[in-house]
């Protein structure tokens, strides 16, 4: 919401909370995209408010676009929109070759796995957080005679780390995991993930969707050779965006399975080369104003800090398990023990999350549910069947917590 209140002033007045804030969220306010909302938006994970700057410079370019052509408009920007590669990849500590610019998470994960070419006899291991859509492309692949094997979790509902161990001891074709799911605010210990994954010599693709703009990622450090996130969450940026990482020596073994013009040259009659860049996996045709949105949004993310946006979310995440649990009848938190993101889930006894979610919205919160079928590997083992998410970006602050306190014990 639009208060004066910032989230420093707040979090000083209650010695119990942890970690600093060093988000000053009225700057961040003033500087959204979406003036004048008298909603509290808590669903950053869904897709965030972006900075009037991000959408200013989305306009713009439509507006050149409408005004001197489309090509034009491109060729214009193109230094701007080259850049976009380079500010992604600074992101996440990969140059700027590595990066594929595309429409979303899925189509980046799509295109990373078809090009592995798995085939009947091939095993993949996967992460019980593994999102509902690349699940059902794993699930199609096993129609196919891929094995999938899918990792326990501990009974907390964590990795089990000597699961995953385990797994990997058996040759496998790809690891897929994710850092932050779509169901609960868990982190996954990807360090520790890749560890294992270079150990065994298995490539490992992570789905950082929920991840990149909310915390660190470092795909050196966690020693993942494919990456996948999306523009519109964390990040901030237009829906639509999104982008594929592919290290030097993963794109060697990846052919994509239907080579585009921007990704291939085509030399003589019966055959072409492939770009030697991760821009082999990316489509000619694309929305240049969104990605120029992309562009301003990864540069302002770098500039707000990863740490400082990382402390505030999980900060404002912790506070609401903890006034939830005090304060509203009922209710049962659903992340795991120890999850340190800015989402947060739960449900209320006796009531379906659909109906919460509602409460929520006409008091003016708007949160989302996250069924089980979106989630169904990690949550229908703890047997949950919908959760209320709501999750937070650097321009919540404390008066959205009160709102969600007061209109569920209301
Ligand atoms: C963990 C996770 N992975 C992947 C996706 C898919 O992202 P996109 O909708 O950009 O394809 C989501 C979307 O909610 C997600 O939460």
Redesign the pocket.
Same mark, same amino acid.
């Given at each position: 919401m639009q208060s004066k209140r910032s989230i420093q002033t707040a979090i000083e007045a209650d010695r119990s909370s942890p970690a600093s804030i060093s988000v000053e969220v009225e700057r961040a306010r003033t500087a959204l995209g979406s003036k004048g909302s008298a909603r509290h938006h808590l669903n950053a994970?869904?897709s965030a408010l972006p900075t009037s700057t991000t959408l200013r410079a989305v306009i713009d370019h439509l507006v050149l676009e409408a005004e001197i052509g489309g090509y034009e408009a491109s060729a214009a920007a193109r230094p701007r929109l080259e850049a976009v590669y380079a500010a992604a990849g600074d992101l996440i500590g990969a140059p700027a070759e590595d990066i594929a610019l595309v429409?979303?998470?899925?189509?980046?994960?799509r295109r990373a796995v078809d090009a592995m070419r798995l085939a009947a006899g091939d095993r993949v291991v996967a992460t019980r957080?593994t999102?509902?859509?690349?699940a059902l492309q794993l699930l199609e692949l096993e129609r196919s005679g891929v094995d999938i094997d899918v990792v326990a979790d501990d009974p907390d509902g964590r990795l089990d780390l000597d699961a995953l161990e385990a797994a990997l001891d058996v040759p496998a074709a790809l690891l897929a995991a994710?850092? +932050?799911? #779509?169901a609960s605010g868990r982190v996954e210990p990807v360090v520790e993930i890749g560890a294992l994954a270079d150990a065994a010599g298995v490539p490992f693709l992570l789905?950082a969707?929920?991840s990149v703009g909310q915390l660190p990622v470092d795909v050196g450090e966690i020693r993942c050779d494919a990456l +996948?996130t #999306?523009?519109?969450?964390f990040l901030r940026a237009p829906r639509g965006t999104?982008f594929l990482y592919v290290s030097q020596e993963m794109l060697d073994r990846l052919r994509p399975s239907a080579p585009d013009v921007r990704g291939a040259l085509w030399s003589s009659e019966h055959d072409f080369e492939l770009a030697e860049t991760a821009r082999r996996f990316e489509t000619w045709e694309a929305a240049h104003a969104l990605r120029l949105g992309l562009g301003v949004a990864l540069v302002e993310a770098k500039e707000t800090g990863i740490e400082a946006i990382s402390a505030h979310v999980s900060t404002l995440s912790a506070r609401l398990r903890a006034r939830l649990s005090e304060e509203v009848a009922g209710v049962r938190i659903a992340d795991p023990p120890g999850s340190a993101s800015g989402i947060v889930t739960f449900v209320i006894e006796g009531e379906d999350p659909q109906r919460t979610q509602e409460r929520l919205a006409e008091g003016g919160c708007d949160t989302v549910v996250v069924p089980a079928s979106?989630g169904l590997w990690e949550m229908q083992p703890r047997g949950l069947s919908g959760v209320v998410r709501a999750s937070f970006h650097v321009y919540n602050g404390e008066d959205d917590i009160d709102a969600v306190i007061e209109t569920l014990r209301g």
């Open positions: 994970a869904g429409e979303s998470a899925t189509v980046g994960w957080t999102y509902v859509s690349s994710t850092h +932050v799911p #779509t789905d969707t929920q +996948v #999306t523009g519109r969450k999104g979106h």
